[in-house]
């Protein structure tokens, strides 16, 4: 019994290494609860917190200094960097998508929480539970990231969206903001019930909540209730990143929250469920026809998000609704980008192709609504096209920043967002997925006209009365440096090519047993990728 | 047949036509009340089964602590049947209803049920092995509580202890949201 005892304890626990690996996600969920904590003992509650902003500040540095240790140094502290360990039965993955994940996240609230502080609208954002919701949203993000089952992955996603309904919520003037919070509230709630019964299908057909067990689910059509299980699974993810049909909440939810919170919304709640998509998909499907089978249903929501995306998109005046449509555009390019690892999962570019866009998606999208809040703080919340205009003689340095990332978004050159398609149009041609690639880059074009659009507004109009007034204080400095640091990344990121990727491992971690009772069969625990096409592993 | 399956069949009609029941109650309060006993039959099923921790725990969490919040919300809205009403079935609702019946055949009849496990036995996983070989605890399935607490707190640690988070999030949110007015006029004043 004791010798049970032991082993149970062996089993349970993780080894210390999981709490240098899982520090992000334990100093958000920590600082979360002191932030509420500062709001007892200071001042009035109702008022912006500085001190819970401070230690919603700190608690972020964790994620920005842990991934960049672990991701610098792959090797350091005993890591394994050939099959990194997954600990607490799969429910946490040490591994470097988890580590970048980690980072952009961090450093993504981050910006959000400096944002907040800046602008008057968001300052309201920094009362002490909103910060501590904020933390806990990003904490839910991370441990959807890193998660490997279903149980850990829909607490994550729970503890991420409960705290996203709040937030969107607590701002309550106009009825558009209330029934964004309320649709919110309702689509994803019900997204979360399609995927927990389509988790229940899953686990009743292989009898496992893990996904490296997913390859034992047999998709064929004998087996419906596996292909519906499977299918509730995607269409509830597909919901919770705003990819056509599944879309509708998307623009209306946009446009009620505040733009600091949209631009949070639009990024890193996305981050989080394309790297659950991520880690699914390229566990690969069994059988012959699995792959093409899951890469069908991404076919069809690629060509339907990119074309809603694009054409509804001109026909908007909000330039929150456009940039929501955009951004329904882009899910259409992480669509194609899971198509693409359906059909060669252990593809090591395809996976980087993903962490790549991923990230450059991020910086652009966040860029543009923090130059939105920005502006909206000294005019009014929802700006429409036409207040833009003149706004290249007003405010050149915002003018500036906002082209590069609408270049960015729409995908010309010198900005990050072309290499980012290039390289997932790149990798899906090169699985053969052309005609996908040639719809994608037919209905991009569609969209350059809106975002190209919003670029005449800006340099070309001449003020009217009621283009927007930036005011020249002290707070427009601090947006300056943070938004130029941002727009300077992004140039960066675009100008260098996006190298810098390909030093990412992306390999999955993986269950290594405590004691192994009999041989297991071949190298079947730990994955052998094709290597990155022009991507040389340090390592 | 014996004793105990005479009793599961007899609990499992009842419990059906008791569902029918209550979803054509005009008040909430009496359909609640119905979906009291429904719980309770569940339970008194999941006994007879032998899964003895999920019985006590139905009757505990489902009898006990969500009906009481059920009732409350029923009590606290206290609608009146005539606002309850809101017109014919819907296209929307045939769809669902017919999903129903699909899900309600395959997983509730011994036809449905050959349908979905014939792909299972042929993999090997049907018997609770993982396919990567992941380290899963397994007491006799008589051992109710013990196989619980495994999967509980050694399989699904770390979900367990998140959860408490995600209720601390919710608990937050509740006070946010219920105290909004009240921080709106204080920044009026």
């Given at each position: 019994m004791s010798e049970n005892f032991e082993t149970m304890l062996s089993m349970s626990f993780p080894p210390a290494a999981f709490y240098l690996h899982a520090a992000p996600i334990l100093a958000l969920l920590i600082g979360g609860l002191i932030a509420l904590i500062a709001g007892v003992f200071r001042g009035n509650p109702d008022r912006p917190n500085m001190l819970a902003y401070q230690i919603?500040?700190?608690?972020?540095?964790?994620?920005?200094?842990?991934?960049?240790?672990?991701?610098a140094a792959p090797g350091s502290f005993g890591a394994n960097t050939a099959q990194p360990p997954a600990w607490l039965g799969s429910g946490f993955l040490a591994d470097q998508i988890s580590q970048f994940t980690f980072l952009i996240v961090g450093l993504g609230t981050m910006f959000t929480l400096f944002m907040a502080e800046i602008s008057n609208a968001g300052r309201q954002l920094l009362r002490p539970e909103l910060v501590c919701l904020l933390l806990f949203a990003s904490a839910g993000i991370m441990i959807l990231a890193s998660s490997g089952e279903f149980m850990t992955f829909f607490t994550g996603l729970e503890l991420m969206s409960v705290s996203l309904y709040v937030l969107v919520g607590?701002?309550?003037?106009?009825?558009?903001?209330?029934?964004?919070?309320v649709k919110y509230f309702l689509m994803g709630a019900t997204a979360s019930a399609i995927i927990l019964m389509g988790m229940a299908l899953?686990?009743?057909?292989?009898g496992s909540l893990r996904w490296s067990d997913l390859p034992a689910l047999n998709i064929s059509l004998n087996n419906p209730f596996g292909v519906i299980g499977?299918?509730?699974?995607?269409?509830?993810?597909?919901?919770k990143l705003g990819v056509a049909p599944f879309h509708t909440w998307g623009p209306d939810v946009y446009q009620g929250?505040?733009?600091?919170l949209t631009g949070y919304m639009s990024t890193l709640v996305k981050v989080g469920i394309v790297m659950v998509l991520l880690r699914v998909l390229g566990n690969g499907f069994a059988g012959a026809d699995g792959g093409p089978w899951v890469a069908k249903v991404f076919w069809v929501l690629a060509t339907l998000s990119i074309l809603v995306g694009s054409v509804f998109g001109l026909v908007h005046n909000s330039i929150k609704r456009m940039l929501a449509y955009s951004s329904i555009a882009?899910?259409?390019?992480?669509c194609l980008a899971f198509a693409t690892l359906a059909l060669a999962p252990k593809s090591a570019e395809a996976r980087q192709a993903v962490l790549a866009y991923t990230a450059i998606y991020t910086i652009l999208n966040l860029g543009a609504f923090a130059i939105l809040a920005w502006l909206e703080d000294s005019s009014r919340e929802d700006l429409l096209k036409e207040e833009l205009a003149g706004l290249g003689k007003k405010a050149p340095f915002a003018a500036v920043c906002l082209t590069i990332f609408i270049l960015g978004l729409a995908g010309i050159p010198p900005a990050a967002g072309f290499f980012g398609k290039f390289m997932l149009i790149n990798s899906a041609v090169s699985v053969g997925l052309v005609g996908l690639a040639v719809v994608m880059v037919v209905l991009s074009c569609i969209s350059l006209f809106y975002y190209l659009s919003l670029l005449v507004e800006i340099w070309l109009k001449p003020a009217t009365r009621s283009s927007v007034n930036p005011q020249d204080n002290e707070d427009a400095r601090d947006v300056r440096v943070l938004v130029g640091i941002v727009a300077f990344a992004s140039l960066l990121v675009g100008l260098v090519g996006p190298r810098w990727v390909a030093s990412i491992n992306p390999t999955f971690a993986r269950e290594i047993p405590v004691q192994s009772n009999e041989p297991k069969t071949g190298d079947s625990r730990s994955e052998n990728l094709s290597p990155a096409v022009g991507a040389v592993n340090p390592h | 047949m014996n004793l105990s399956l005479l009793s599961f069949i007899v609990m499992g009609i009842t419990a059906v036509l008791l569902s029918g029941v209550m979803i054509t109650r005009r008040w909430p309060v009496s359909a609640a009340m119905v979906l009291i006993a429904i719980m309770t039959l569940l339970a008194g099923m999941f006994g007879l089964l032998e899964a003895h921790f999920a019985a006590a725990a139905q009757i505990i969490v489902y009898a006990g602590a969500i009906m009481v919040v059920f009732v409350f919300v029923i009590m606290l809205l206290n609608l009146p049947p005539e606002e309850l009403r809101y017109g014919g079935v819907t296209v929307g609702e045939m769809i669902l209803i017919a999903v129903s019946v699909f899900v309600a055949v395959g997983l509730g009849t011994k036809v449905g049920q050959g349908f979905l496990t014939t792909g299972l036995e042929s993999m090997g996983v049907a018997q609770g092995e993982s396919v990567a070989g992941g380290h899963h605890m397994y007491f006799p399935a008589s051992e109710n509580v013990k196989n619980v607490a495994a999967s509980m707190?050694?399989?699904?640690?770390?979900?367990?202890?998140?959860?408490?988070?995600?209720?601390?999030?919710?608990?937050?949110?509740?006070?946010?949201?219920?105290?909004?007015?009240?921080?709106e006029h204080a920044d009026a004043a």
């Open positions: 919603g500040f700190v608690s972020c540095f964790p994620s920005v200094i842990v991934p960049l240790i672990l991701l607590y701002q309550r003037q106009d009825t558009r903001g209330l029934e964004a919070a899953i686990y009743l057909n292989i499977l299918l509730m699974f995607l269409i509830g993810l597909s919901f929250a505040h733009s600091t882009n899910a259409g390019y992480f | 707190f050694v399989d699904y640690l770390w979900a367990f202890e998140l959860i408490s988070f995600l209720i601390m999030a919710a608990v937050i949110g509740a006070v946010v949201i219920a105290k909004k007015r009240s921080a």
